[in-house]
């Protein structure tokens, strides 16, 4: 009887401190809110942005304004730390520091959202997205053909605007098994 007693008692115990863990974890954001404007001048020949396994939006506008723009949400630990600059490299990294089971229970999906002008694109010698299990799209707004290539390593790759997009070697696109959309 006593067994049955403490074995009724324990489990209520573990029960209910998984329910206040779990209830805990709904309400603990796992994402840092950012914004990021960056100066690309003539001396930056490649601009990398590395995502991790956030999902990735490109715009590429019309226009000529000389930095690229970033905001989204994403598991960073310090937004001042997203942008490293050396020699003729920009690189931009929203890569998962922060990894917690609040992760996995969030109802939303980190995203970075970047917009690109086509006079930016043109003075890159090139421009390269790299996620690992995020999406990436690609919107260009432009009307002119970009050149692109992509490496996939699983995922999906869709171009649904051919007449846009060649291939070539200005926009590297690196997935690891998440999927690339071309509009």
């Known amino acids: 009887m006593k067994k049955k007693i403490f074995a009724i008692g324990t489990t209520i115990i573990v029960v209910?401190?998984?329910?206040?863990i779990l209830i805990r974890l709904m309400?603990?954001?796992p994402y840092n809110s950012f914004q990021k404007n960056v100066e690309v001048n003539k001396n930056i020949k490649e601009l990398v942005i590395n995502t991790g396994g956030t999902d990735v939006n490109l715009n590429i506008e019309s226009g000529n304004t000389p930095q690229v723009t970033t905001n989204g949400y994403a598991p960073i630990k310090n937004t001042k730390e997203i942008v490293l600059t050396s020699k003729n490299i920009i690189s931009m990294n929203f890569d998962t520091e922060k990894k917690n089971l609040g992760v996995?229970?969030?109802k939303k999906r980190p995203i970075v959202n970047v917009n690109v002008s086509?006079?930016?694109?043109q003075n890159l010698d090139k421009?390269?997205?790299?996620?690992n299990?995020?999406?990436i799209k690609i919107n260009n707004s432009t009307h002119s053909k970009i050149s692109y290539y992509a490496f996939l390593n699983g995922g999906n790759f869709k171009n649904k605007s051919r007449d846009m997009y060649v291939k070539g070697s200005k926009l590297g696109l690196y997935s690891n098994g998440g999927e690339v959309i071309l509009k």
């Open 16 to 20: 209910v401190l998984i329910v206040g």
């Open 27 to 29: 309400f603990n954001h």
């Open 104 to 106: 996995i229970l969030s």
């Open 118 to 121: 086509s006079k930016q694109l």
């Open 127 to 131: 421009l390269k997205i790299k996620t």
């Open 133 to 135: 299990g995020g999406s």
